[in-house]
């Protein structure tokens, strides 16, 4: 609901696009976009066993990211509880801390506590948590 309303108010926010990673259950990125390489860049995260961060697909995959996100007004909402290992941790960190500094975008990342919130120690970013309770049908429906 939140991306929608966003978008459906270009004047107010100027945002082009919003991305769920990972995509929502049912919804298949095309291989050929910039949802699609985000979401192979977080496969690959997910997966690693590791340091993956100088691995030819991944760099060559990195670098697309950053040439499709040239001009564009973006906000990326990542599922980090998703990221269970520390290794995908640290490469989760590392890829938004470079998008961060490479590139102009927003991300929400989404955690279970505040322990588990990504530290970034120079990136243009700003944190802001914000505890959530269940919400009632009404709060959850559009």
Do not use: C
Not at 30 to 38: A, I
Not at 60 to 76: H, N
Not at 124 to 140: C, N, Q, W
Request: hydrophobic share 40%; proline share 6%.
């Amino acid at each position: 609901a939140l991306s929608r309303y966003i978008l459906e108010r270009p004047k107010s926010f100027r945002i082009n696009s919003v991305f769920w990673l990972p995509p929502p259950p049912g919804i298949i990125p095309d291989p050929d976009s910039l949802y699609g390489d985000l979401w192979q860049a977080m496969q690959w995260m997910l997966e690693a066993e590791d340091d993956i961060w100088d691995e030819d697909d991944y760099v060559e995959a990195r670098e697309r990211i950053m040439i499709e996100l040239e001009d564009q007004r973006t906000v990326l909402v990542i599922d980090g509880r998703v990221f269970t290992t520390e290794v995908a941790g640290e490469l989760l960190e590392r890829f938004l801390t470079h998008l961060l500094n490479e590139a102009s975008l927003k991300i929400i990342l989404i955690t279970a506590s505040d322990s588990s919130r990504a530290k970034t120690r120079h990136s243009r970013s700003e944190e802001t948590i914000v505890h959530m309770g269940p919400l009632d049908f009404k709060a959850s429906a559009l």
